[in-house]
């Protein structure tokens, strides 16, 4: 799916979660719901006074005022084709024509081994941003260089290259977007440059062999289910100036057996660990993390441990 596809279906994605959860207003836990279709509490049963449905909706949304970013894959971009122009097999967008700056926005060799994308002609262009989706089903990539000039890394730009197994990060980068380089099963290591401040949903999800992981200095969000399923993680430390740990950050790791958590972190989300047996999760003295009480650890003046946990304080 490309942009413009997005930009006519994300309005329809929009209203249907608004429907969806106005389904369950006042369910707090989905042990909230009967199973009882017979229920004798009939007292609500017609009152739809809660579902303040628009059939306006549709027809009122602002494309331009829209943050695709915020909503999942797409970005701020106003996505102009007379600012599309293609090169050596590879499609670019005009982000600022008077400062020189491009979205590197498809890679159309499916069968490219390398990219090294500060090394690419860009008729005097610097690339400020990897586009949506850029390598999508480029099985045979092994290796990707992302340069200094490179600020965002866009939504499943590399999702699924089932071949990558190098990825070269240079300072620069400040936020890595969801799904970015999921399902990266060939992928063993991933520094995370220091420049880097958020790590998007299920941006390195199901990278089965993916052992270590390096957190840069300035990160200051791991997104939901950011790591999750991967499951020969062993070990890892997250530093001080991640203030959050989203749910599932790590959730199914099954071989994750040690977490060291550094003083400065703050919270911790739902099922941050969940399903990762014999963890061992080391806190810092004065720890002041909490987490609601879906997640394996809570910490809120009491210390309370999951069943397949172990938490320490240094």
Do not use: W
Request: with cysteine.
């Amino acid at each position: 799916m490309n942009k413009k596809d997005l930009k006519k279906d994300i309005p329809v994605v929009l209203l249907s979660t608004v429907m969806l959860t106005t389904c369950f207003v006042g369910c707090s836990k989905s042990s909230d719901i009967s199973e009882n279709s017979n229920s004798n509490d009939n007292s609500n049963s017609n009152d739809n006074s809660n579902l303040a449905f628009d059939s306006e909706m549709m027809d009122e949304f602002n494309y331009d005022e829209f943050d695709y970013d915020e909503f999942d894959y797409g970005d701020e971009l106003d996505y102009d084709t007379n600012r599309l122009f293609s090169k050596d097999g590879i499609e670019y967008f005009i982000i600022d024509e008077e400062k020189k700056t491009v979205s590197l926005e498809l890679v159309e060799d499916k069968n490219i081994k390398s990219l090294d994308i500060g090394s690419l002609d860009v008729n005097g262009y610097t690339i400020e941003e990897i586009g949506i989706g850029v390598c999508d089903s480029c099985d045979d990539l092994e290796s990707v260089i992302i340069p200094e000039t490179v600020k965002k890394i866009g939504a499943q730009a590399f999702d699924g290259c089932k071949s990558l197994k190098e990825i070269i990060m240079k300072d620069g980068v400040k936020n890595i977007g969801n799904d970015a380089f999921a399902a990266c099963v060939a992928l063993e290591k991933i520094v995370i440059p220091d420049t880097v401040e958020n790590i998007g949903r299920s941006a390195f999800m199901s990278c089965e062999n993916l052992v270590d992981v390096v957190i840069g200095k300035k990160v200051k969000k791991i997104g939901d289910s950011a790591f999750s399923e991967c499951s020969n993680l062993k070990s890892i430390t997250i530093p001080g100036n991640v203030k959050d740990i989203d749910k599932y950050a790590f959730a199914d790791c099954e071989k994750l057996v040690e977490v060291i958590i550094e003083d400065g972190v703050e919270t911790i989300g739902d099922g941050a660990f969940y399903d990762c047996e014999n963890i061992n999760i080391i806190l810092p003295k004065n720890t002041k993390l909490y987490t609601d009480e879906y997640c394996t650890i809570e910490y809120d003046g009491e210390l309370k441990e999951g069943p397949d946990v172990k938490v320490y304080i240094e």
